[in-house]
């Protein structure tokens, strides 16, 4: 009996352990997508964030590919880069767009033409 309560201390043990290690890690990568996200302010270019569902993410997309627009994309869903800009947000819809380091939540057709616009990309129909 005494064996068998060592065996299950030391599992217990092992896997505390294992779990201190596991959120370390996670910790790491967290820190490393934030500092990803931050570089967003000062990129130059475009940046979604988008849900595979959206109708008008797909739709803005289209748009770009069209245009031949370039961008990148982070799915809020499955990306977690994605995930975590869109919870630190404090977001309520996709998509997110992020044209030079200035956002714009959501499909604003009041928007989005000028600031595409200002930043050098031409990009009709939306």
Not at 20 to 27: S, V
Not at 41 to 49: E, N, P, Q
Not at 65 to 92: K, L, T
Request: hydrophobic share 40%; net charge negative; aromatic share 12%.
């Amino acid at each position: 009996m005494l064996k068998f309560l060592l065996v299950v201390s030391l599992c217990i043990g092992g896997w505390k352990i294992y779990g201190k290690y596991q959120e370390g890690q996670e910790l790491a990568r967290a820190d490393q997508y934030r500092a990803e996200l931050a570089e967003l302010d000062a990129k130059k270019g475009i940046t979604l964030f988008t849900a595979t569902w959206c109708g008008y993410c797909n739709k803005l997309k289209a748009r770009l590919d069209a245009g031949d627009v370039p961008y990148v994309e982070y799915d809020i869903e499955h990306s977690p880069q994605g995930r975590m800009y869109y919870a630190e947000g404090d977001f309520e819809g996709v998509p997110i767009i992020v044209v030079d380091g200035d956002t714009i939540a959501g499909y604003d057709m009041n928007k989005m033409p000028g600031a595409f616009a200002d930043a050098g990309f031409n990009v009709t129909g939306l």
